[in-house]
C-alpha cells in the first residue's frame, strides 16, 4: 500500500477547507470582483489604444504603396536615365580630349621630374 505522509494530506486539507471557505467569504468575494474590474479596465484601455492603429495601418499601406509604384517607375526610367548620362560624359569626353591633350602637353614638357610627379594625378 501506498502511504501518504501526514504534511502532505494537512496541506491538501487545508487547501481544500481554504478553497471551499474562500468562495463564500466576503473578502474574497470583493477581492475576486476587484480583479474583475481591473481586468476589465485594462481591456477597455487596451481597446482604446488599439482602436486607432487600424487607420495608422491603412494609411503606413497606402504610403507604402505609394513608394512601390514610385520605385518601379524609377525602375523603368532610370536605366535610360543612366545610359544617357554614360553616352554624355562620352561625348563630353571626346569633345574635350584635344584640351586635355593639351594640358598634358603643358604640364609635362620640360623637366623629367615634372612628368613623374604630374602623370599619376592626370591618369589617376
Excluded at 488599439?50 to 503606413?60: F, H, I, N, Y
Excluded at 504603396?65 to 560624359?89: G, S
Aim: glycine share 4%; net charge positive.
Amino acid at each position: 500500500m501506498h502511504r501518504v505522509s501526514f504534511w502532505r494530506m494537512m496541506i491538501g486539507l487545508i487547501g481544500c477547507c481554504w478553497l471551499v471557505a474562500g468562495c463564500e467569504d466576503p473578502a474574497h468575494q470583493q477581492r475576486i470582483n476587484l480583479r474583475r474590474e481591473n481586468l476589465q479596465k485594462t481591456a477597455r484601455l487596451f481597446e482604446q489604444e488599439e482602436a486607432p492603429r487600424m487607420d495608422k495601418l491603412g494609411r503606413t499601406f497606402a504610403l507604402l504603396r505609394t513608394q512601390h509604384e514610385r520605385d518601379v517607375e524609377y525602375t523603368r526610367r532610370n536605366p535610360k536615365i543612366v545610359r544617357d548620362w554614360v553616352e554624355n560624359d562620352i561625348k563630353r569626353w571626346n569633345e574635350r580630349q584635344p584640351i586635355y591633350g593639351k594640358a598634358i602637353q603643358d604640364q609635362t614638357k620640360g623637366d623629367p621630374e615634372n612628368i613623374k610627379r604630374t602623370i599619376p594625378y592626370m591618369l589617376y
